[in-house]
């Protein structure tokens, strides 16, 4: 009988008499005392004998056990395997069914040692005897696998085997236990762990696609490790998911281990499950020690391996866990020689570029956007069953809005193909444009998405913006891309992002901490080019930051990255601020007009909280000084209409935003409307400004100056002279407006018959200029040049020459080659050199120029048009009008497109168009 038995019996008996113990008091009362003391004692009694019953009850159960043969406790069912009872013995447990002696010692069997050291085990309940100084065989359990213990395992019992049922016995006894996984018979290769996503519909192959495939191809006898980079939508997962199955498909690799390397823990459970899927010996229970066993099997094995790390964004989770890689020969910087390391590859697929993800055999490959031709391609297969299929502009088209990305494109068929009664290629264009509409309206619901996608366009970049967010400098990533959200996505000058009015809205985002400097604000940057989230390019002045057009979308329609009113007008201060009142018609001028076009375009509304913003006074000045006059027109007439209706007809801003207009529409060559206007608003701006005020002097200069345009030189030249004192008096002798004014006085007196007093008004000018602003500063290079144009009409062509040929180099010191002035003066020289009678030479300076024009400038910049002007007149001043009169023919077009009909240079090319004509014909004659 067991020991539980004799507690129960006696436990029973104790329990019964004390009861009749009780009733005998009950109902004898003190006469019963001897019946109850009778009871009372057999009771006291009964629980004694137990209590030694149970004492001393194991120890003799064990002894019989030893001689018995041992026999378990509890009954054990497993497949394969079985239950014995540990006995001191040595480390080696062996299981058939069926194997003989030397079978079980074949490598590759399923006889395999323990691992060395100790085996984690359950708390004992009783101490755990030392080991037997000799092996001692023990009786294995009859079941449907025999097993065979021996070693230094004891004090309780083994469950040996990979599957195990086990039906404990209802008492309470504690048994100390290890389980020890069986040997692994080997696997049937190609080996596969992890899942492998479902390649996506309409999988559109690419140049990646290849170029990952060369590469490995290349490389059959090392590992090779490429480490697939770009932005969140790009489709590095798919391309790594199509590299797999191609391996496999051709029996390139043995083991194939896709790991979702989003979290460590994940990254460790992926190693271990590859562990007990191809390792033939223990492997143990400990996910981190069992990724180990893996990592060290990749580095000996024969066998052809990929492992494949998706969504590795944070690199610290895979410290330590890198799969063996190629390394560079420290003598011959080349990979191992075959047959010296492991064999296999490795892809990784992450939105970061940090170094760690590089280095010892692993490389970068940037994955960008489809080219124009493959998101064509796909569109087209992925739209091919629309009712009525879209043509190949459409698809081109609507590629471009979506800026190639491969995850818009995605989404946005299935958005078309799920409504395609009702949607067209061309519909869905015009409600994407319509920025009314949210982003998320334009691609399907999170339950509609396709190719097994978790995550819609919107929050694929929201993730990581607050990714980006985390990385030092911690918090400054966020306020960076609300502000890149607003400007242009080709390139934003990081001087911009850089300047002081961005490090304060940086220091007001965390107004606790240390103001920010210059380089945390390059870090900023930095943490978001880590994540894909912009891309930089170029270096020193001519550095600059892009965005793609539907992350800037999805941050300015996120909550929680949607750009306020303090973003919008620190962007507007930072253009500002970085924006050189001289740098028009250059690569500089033409990105900042851009980034001022996009904050137009976002954040209109913002800009006219305060009256009118400065930057768009300098975008509109900007486009008419880079030539670009029917634009400079629309702009102005634009802020004309938004400041009426804000801030009335009479509000200085309005008066301001009039004179621009009539400026601008005047130099597109309305002269005469020009000269009327600004007379008009002249007397407007006296009615409600004063006579005194500043805005109102600079109108009345510009009345005067387009009175002498339109043929009332002298009349103008008085009028200058006589505001001439006024504006002295009032802003000062050296006020730029009134160094504005002296030389506009100076080119009327000049226009009215006194050159010598055009040049020598210009030459005192540029004295005052010189001592004011230095011979560097733009107004004193640009009075230099008004002076030498002059000096030729008085002094004659040599005299213009030799002025023009010293300018040229402090132009190119200053401004730079490419400038449109620095251009211009290489004209007037080329121009100069045909007045003098050098018509070949002149006409050789006029090419390379064009040239260098049309590349810097554009080929409807009204220098360019000067240019071609003068090469005509040239080519007639050289012999041969009937080619100047067919250049000018060609010209009149572009002259009449640009300028306009009333233009005065219009008139004069029109005039030197019948000159040569009758030319050509008394030549011909």
């Given at each position: ?401 979506l800026g190639h990305l491969p995850l818009a494109l995605s989404h946005a068929a299935a958005y078309i193909r799920d409504r ?332 009215a018959g006194d050159p010598r007093a055009a040049v020598d008004t210009y030459a005192a000018l540029l004295e005052d200029e ?156």
């Amino acid at each position: 009988m067991t020991t539980a038995q004799w507690t129960r019996i006696g436990l029973v008996a104790a329990a019964v008499l004390g009861a009749l113990a009780g009733f005998a008091w009950l109902v004898g009362g003190p006469a019963g005392g001897p019946a109850v003391w009778a009871s009372g004692g057999a009771a006291v009694l009964a629980l004694t004998v137990t209590a030694i019953v149970r004492a001393r009850r194991p120890a003799t159960e064990a002894a019989e056990a030893q001689a018995s043969g041992a026999q378990a406790s509890g009954a054990v069912s497993e497949t394969p395997g079985s239950v014995v009872p540990r006995a001191a013995a040595s480390t080696s447990i062996s299981e058939a069914p069926g194997p003989t002696a030397s079978e079980a010692a074949t490598p590759g069997s399923a006889s395999e040692p323990l691992p060395p050291g100790p085996v984690p085990r359950a708390a004992s309940a009783t101490p755990v005897p030392p080991p037997a100084p000799a092996p001692v065989p023990v009786a294995s359990v009859t079941g449907p696998t025999d097993n065979t213990v021996a070693g230094d395992v004891s004090g309780g019992t083994v469950f040996q085997g990979r599957d195990l049922t086990i039906h404990q016995p209802t008492h309470h006894t504690v048994i100390d236990t290890q389980i020890v996984h069986s040997s692994a018979a080997e696997p049937e290769w190609p080996v596969v762990v992890g899942v492998l996503p479902n390649e996506a519909d309409h999988f559109q192959h690419r140049e990646l696609t290849d170029r990952l495939t060369h590469t490995s191809d290349g490389h059959p006898t090392v590992v090779l490790g490429q480490v697939l980079s770009g932005m969140g939508g790009v489709g590095k997962t798919q391309l790594a998911a199509h590299h797999a199955r191609s391996l496999l498909a051709r029996g390139a690799v043995d083991l194939a281990v896709w790991v979702p390397a989003a979290e460590r823990a994940t990254i460790v459970q992926a190693y271990a499950d590859a562990a007990r899927a191809v390792l033939p010996g223990h492997v143990d229970e400990d996910p981190d020690r069992a990724a180990r066993q893996f990592l060290t099997w990749l580095q000996t094995t024969d066998r052809r391996w990929l492992v494949v790390l998706d969504n590795l964004d944070v690199p610290e989770h895979v410290r330590g866990l890198w799969p063996p890689t190629a390394t560079p020969s420290a003598d011959q910087g080349s990979a191992p020689a075959p047959g010296t390391g492991p064999l296999g590859r490795l892809v990784v697929t992450t939105r970061r570029t940090d170094t760690a993800l590089a280095g010892r055999g692993r490389s970068f490959i940037d994955v960008g956007t489809y080219t124009p031709d493959e998101a064509r391609t796909y569109l087209a297969t992925a739209l091919a069953g629309l009712p009525t299929p879209p043509a190949e502009a459409d698809l081109a088209a609507l590629a471009e809005d979506l800026g190639h990305l491969p995850l818009a494109l995605s989404h946005a068929a299935a958005y078309i193909r799920d409504r395609r009664d009702s949607m067209t290629c061309t519909s869905y264009r015009a409600r994407l444009q319509d920025q009314r509409g949210a982003l998320a309206r334009m691609f399907p619901e999170r339950e509609s998405l396709p190719d097994d996608y978790a995550r819609t366009v919107a929050t694929t970049w929201s993730m990581s913006v607050e990714h980006a967010d985390t990385l030092t400098p911690r918090g400054l990533a966020l306020p960076m891309m609300r502000l890149l959200s607003l400007l242009d996505p080709t390139g934003v000058p990081v001087a911009v992002l850089t300047s002081p009015p961005v490090l304060d809205h940086l220091r007001r985002a965390h107004p606790g901490r240390p103001a920010p400097a210059g380089q945390d604000a390059e870090d900023a940057l930095s943490a978001l080019a880590r994540l894909h989230l912009v891309t930089r390019s170029g270096f020193g002045d001519d550095a600059v930051v892009g965005v793609h057009r539907l992350v800037q979308r999805a941050t300015r329609e996120q909550r929680a990255t949607r750009p306020d009113r303090d973003t919008a007008l620190t962007a507007a201060d930072a253009l500002v601020r970085v924006w050189p009142m001289r740098v028009h018609a250059s690569a500089l001028g033409q990105r900042l007009r851009a980034n001022a076009t996009a904050l137009v375009e976002h954040a209109e509304e913002w800009l006219w909280e305060d009256g009118l913003h400065p930057v768009l006074t300098r975008f509109g000045e900007s486009l008419g000084k880079s030539g670009a006059l029917s634009q400079a027109i629309d702009h102005w007439a634009s802020v004309l209409d938004t400041a009426r209706e804000r801030l009335g007809g009479d509000h200085r801003d309005t008066l301001f935003t009039r004179h621009q207009v009539i400026l601008w529409r005047g130099m597109a060559g309305e002269a005469n409307y020009a000269a009327e206007a600004f007379a008009s608003l002249a007397e407007e701006m006296t009615r409600v400004l004063g006579a005194d005020d500043s805005q109102t002097m600079s109108t009345r200069v510009q009345s005067a100056r387009w009175l002498g345009r339109t043929g009332g030189e002298q009349s103008a030249r008085q009028v200058m002279e006589d505001l001439l004192p006024d504006l002295m008096r009032l802003l000062g002798p050296d006020h730029p407006d009134t160094l504005t004014t002296r030389g506009h006085l100076a080119s009327l007196r000049g226009k009215a018959g006194d050159p010598r007093a055009a040049v020598d008004t210009y030459a005192a000018l540029l004295e005052d200029e010189r001592r004011m602003f230095g011979g560097d500063h733009p107004g004193s290079l640009l009075t230099r040049s008004m002076l030498a144009r002059w000096r030729g009409r008085v002094d004659g062509a040599a005299a213009a020459i030799e002025d023009f040929e010293a300018l040229l180099p402090d132009q190119i010191r200053v401004l730079g080659p490419d400038h449109p002035d620095t251009l211009s003066t290489r004209g007037q020289i080329a121009a100069w050199r045909g007045v003098a009678g050098d018509h070949a030479r002149a006409l050789q300076e006029l090419d390379v120029l064009m040239t260098d024009q049309i590349r810097h400038l554009g080929p409807d910049h009204p220098h360019v048009l000067t240019t071609r002007h003068s090469q005509a007149r040239f080519h007639g001043a050289a012999g041969d009008p009937a080619l100047a009169a067919e250049l000018i023919e060609a010209l009149m077009p572009d002259q009449l497109r640009i300028l306009g009909p009333d233009h005065p240079k219009t008139h004069a090319i029109q005039a030197d168009l019948e000159r040569w004509r009758e030319k050509a014909r008394e030549c011909g004659a």
